[in-house]
């Protein structure tokens, strides 16, 4: 249990009759980055926020850092930081002044709060506008600030809630640099988002959340393989080899979008044992395919899947 | 870090952030602190003559009378001020965050605290000020200044940790403006603008055991010296006893949201 940054059990939320968690379980290594992902109202912000120990949940255990959460809230505190769906600065202090408050809360000296200040407005980019308030800031501004905030006091776990909803595409961008930059530090990262691509690009292990229940887990390529729509694109030099490859196979289809139309597309869960048994085949028949691709389904296919949900409202 | 050490590192980190607040938004503070001006000078110059004379002086004798009960007003309308503050902030992230944090819990109310009586405190400066070029003619020693200022301090204390457990209670920040309107009432209902024993007798009984009553009477005889009788006890009594409560009230509220 030591190396586990958080530890979930049977996490139950409930607000009057209306269940909003139905007993989850989550299980974060230290150093990794796990990604909830879910639609708006599966339950995410609540999850953080029950970890963070901003609310209390009705049933469940939960350790964080090693420590219990309903037992020892001031020490889960003093491990984690958080960055939430709403920029959490002060709009009214500057962006020097907001960095100050968070050192003088950890308890920095002056010093060492004015170096912190420094370095992080350096970091994020922030330096031309350390003078100005808060207010003033772009949103894509003040996700920076808010998350440099969040690093004044060095956490080693950080939840990050929805941390690039609403920021333009360079914004991600630049937001999923920093958490990579923070995951190669060694801090263990619990990211929430609705973005597919989002959780792909950063986690290591990904947990689909639907209705206050996590319907699916793992990698996203475990995820990928969760649900069937995968194909093995096979190339051929030319027309007869690509149909003897076809007949000793018995499935598959020429890819319409090949103009020369010599590519073979076989419907595959794109797994290893199923590739080697392909080619196994190909390689008795004396085919030689000149080039072979492996096309897992995305998570949108999976996540669509699993949460039988329209694309649009996803969005 | 000891607790007490904590309370106080993070408390005053607190109340500078409030105090930075209130300087960049100055257009609360000059509310504050135009409003009962312009209260003192509706009620010296509109209604003053006639109720001046009815206290068996004229327009200068109702600046006197009337000035600790525009004191206490002032401190009520604030408290308005503080309520809708307070409520706004905590729909703000930030104070998800330092809930959060592994600070001490309180400070976050103690900066709004300290912030509001440091404004109220000026309001009442500039008041007193005007009020002296209006012609009131305080009698008080510098002891009696000074005791004064003690009790309208620990009344202000009071009816500001009223405001932000009010302010913590209300769910949005229109609502928390309209929880301490029964105090702006209370001057009124008392013996802030005219004397008890001319109402009638339900009213005069409810004006004579309120808590703003004895607070009026006891700010009235230090700076005019007139009788104080029991008032003092009775005033500090109360604002004691709204400040501990009230503190214990937002506390809850704030622990609990």
Redesign the interface.
């Known amino acids: 249990m030591k190396d586990l940054a958080i530890a979930a059990n049977g996490l139950r939320k409930s607000y009057r009759d209306k269940v909003v968690l139905d007993g989850i379980d989550l299980t974060v290594p230290q150093g990794t980055v796990f990604a909830l992902l879910g639609p708006n109202g599966a339950g995410k912000t609540t999850t953080v926020q029950i970890l963070s120990t901003l609310i209390a949940a009705d049933g469940g255990t939960v350790q964080i850092a090693g420590f219990d959460l309903a037992r020892q809230p001031d020490d889960v505190r003093g491990a984690i930081g958080v960055t939430g769906q709403y920029s959490a600065v002060d709009k009214l202090l500057t962006g020097e002044e907001n960095l100050l408050l968070m050192a003088d809360l950890h308890h920095l000296s002056r010093k060492d709060g004015k170096r912190k200040a420094a370095e992080l407005l350096e970091r994020f980019d922030l330096v031309d506008a350390a003078g100005k308030t808060a207010a003033t800031y772009s949103g894509g501004m003040q996700r920076r600030l808010d998350l440099a905030m969040t690093l004044v006091g060095d956490p080693r776990l950080i939840f990050l809630d929805e941390p690039t909803t609403g920021l333009d595409p360079r914004s991600r961008r630049s937001m999923w640099q920093i958490v990579r930059e923070l995951v190669a530090s060694g801090v263990t990262i619990f990211l929430t988002t609705q973005y597919l691509e989002e959780a792909d690009e950063l986690a290591d292990r990904i947990a689909l959340l639907d209705h206050g229940r996590l319907i699916a887990e793992g990698t996203a390529e475990e995820l990928k393989r969760l649900i069937p729509g995968g194909h093995v694109s096979l190339r051929f030099t030319d027309d007869d080899t690509l149909k003897d490859a076809l007949g000793t196979l018995g499935r598959g289809f020429v890819d319409p979008s090949d103009d020369d139309r010599l590519t073979l597309q076989v419907p595959s869960d794109g797994g290893v044992a199923a590739l080697r048994e392909l080619l196994t085949r190909l390689d008795a028949a004396g085919i030689e395919p000149a080039d072979l691709s492996v096309h897992t389904p995305d998570l949108d296919d999976v996540f669509l899947t699993l949460t039988g949900q329209k694309q649009e409202t996803n969005r | 870090?000891s607790t007490l050490a904590l309370a106080a590192?993070?408390s005053s980190?607190m109340i500078?952030?409030q105090l930075?607040?209130l300087i960049?938004?100055p257009s609360m503070t000059i509310q504050l602190v135009a409003t009962p001006v312009i209260l003192l000078l509706v009620f010296v110059y509109v209604f003053g003559g006639t109720l001046g004379a009815g206290l068996g002086g004229g327009r200068g004798a109702y600046v006197d009378y009337v000035v600790p009960g525009i004191l206490l007003m002032a401190v009520a309308t604030a408290a308005t001020g503080t309520a809708v503050m307070v409520a706004s902030d905590m729909t703000?992230?930030?104070i998800?965050?330092?809930?959060?944090?592994?600070?001490w819990r309180p400070s976050i109310l103690t900066g709004h605290v300290v912030g509001a009586v440091i404004q109220q405190l000026l309001g009442m400066a500039v008041l007193i000020g005007v009020a002296l070029v209006m012609g009131f003619d305080p009698k008080a020693t510098a002891v009696e200044w000074l005791a004064t200022a003690g009790l309208l301090t620990l009344f202000v204390v009071a009816i500001t940790w009223l405001a932000v457990a009010l302010g913590l209670k209300a769910q949005t920040p229109e609502s928390a403006s309209n929880a301490p309107m029964p105090l702006i009432l209370l001057p009124f209902l008392g013996s802030g603008f005219v004397p008890t024993d001319s109402m009638p007798t339900a009213l005069r009984w409810f004006a004579e055991y309120q808590p703003f009553t004895p607070i009026m009477e006891t700010v009235r005889g230090l700076l005019l010296g007139t009788p104080i009788g029991n008032s003092a006890a009775i005033a500090t009594a109360w604002c004691a006893g709204i400040a501990v409560v009230s503190y214990l009230w937002a506390k809850n509220t704030f622990n609990k949201a």
């Open positions: 870090m590192r993070d980190t500078r952030r930075k607040r960049r938004y703000e992230g930030i998800a965050r330092l809930r959060t944090m592994r600070i």
